[in-house]
């Protein structure tokens, strides 16, 4: 069975500063991966996936990720954080032809002036 | 193009007692799903539908959750009695599909359930 572990239950960064979300996934066979944001009180929106096209994808909101097979990695990362991106990020993983998620525990990032 | 509705928004109950949850998918979606979001932890998948049929429901408390799509639309799920595990979010989702990966899912507001 697939999983992922994100590393860090909470990231505090200064407005303007790298954001830099971890995750690593665990999986038999080749991954789907993918990151999704929660804003309060806010169903999932999705950020960005990778489905074994080019390992940098680039996603909404100013984000990206890069898949590194070597290091099971899939860390999501911003250049330059502002306000609007304090929420909670999720990574997930589904196997391919298959699209049930499995999700991490989530990262909350705050945001500082 | 309008979202993934689901209603209410919040609810209390007492434990022991029972709880339904509506869900209405985007319009031409095929598959749906239910997810129990605890405070703290990543969406967990209940149940999957695709059109009126059960896909995957090995993650759902049968002896006190059930769920249904009658007309493959709408859907409710319902807890039957409830316990104060159950106070979680419960979020709904829904694709076009559900194999290949151009099938993403899009995830209503949720409902919030506080079981005291």
């Known amino acids: 069975a697939q999983s992922v572990t994100q590393l860090g239950s909470h990231v505090s960064v200064s407005e303007g500063a790298l954001v830099l979300l971890r995750c690593n996934y665990s999986s038999s066979v080749p991954p789907y991966l993918f990151w999704y944001v929660q804003y309060p009180n806010q169903g999932l929106q999705l950020l960005l996936k990778y489905t074994s096209a080019a390992t940098l994808v680039k996603g909404i909101n100013g984000f990206e990720a890069e898949f590194k097979k070597s290091e099971t990695s899939f860390h999501l990362t911003k250049p330059s954080a502002h306000m609007s991106d304090a929420a909670e990020y999720f990574c997930?993983?589904?196997?391919?032809?298959?699209?049930?998620?499995?999700f991490g525990a989530g990262t909350t990032v705050t945001v500082r002036a | 193009e309008a979202g993934v509705a689901q209603s209410p928004r919040y609810k209390i109950i007492e434990k022991r007692q029972s709880v339904a949850f509506w869900c209405n998918p985007i319009?031409?979606?095929?598959?749906l799903y239910w997810y129990q979001q605890i405070l703290g932890q990543g969406p967990k998948l209940l149940i999957q539908?695709?059109?009126?049929?059960?896909?995957?429901d090995s993650q759902l408390p049968k002896d006190r959750f059930s769920a249904e799509r009658l007309k493959g639309v709408d859907s409710t799920l319902k807890i039957q009695p409830a316990k104060l595990e159950d106070s979680a979010v419960y979020l709904c989702a829904s694709s076009l599909g559900y194999r290949g990966s151009s099938y993403e899912q899009y995830f209503g507001p949720g409902t919030r359930l506080t079981v005291t």
């Open positions: 997930a993983v589904s196997i391919s032809n298959d699209y049930k998620l499995s």
């Open positions: 539908f695709q059109n009126n049929g059960v896909v995957d």
């Open positions: 319009s031409g979606h095929a598959t």
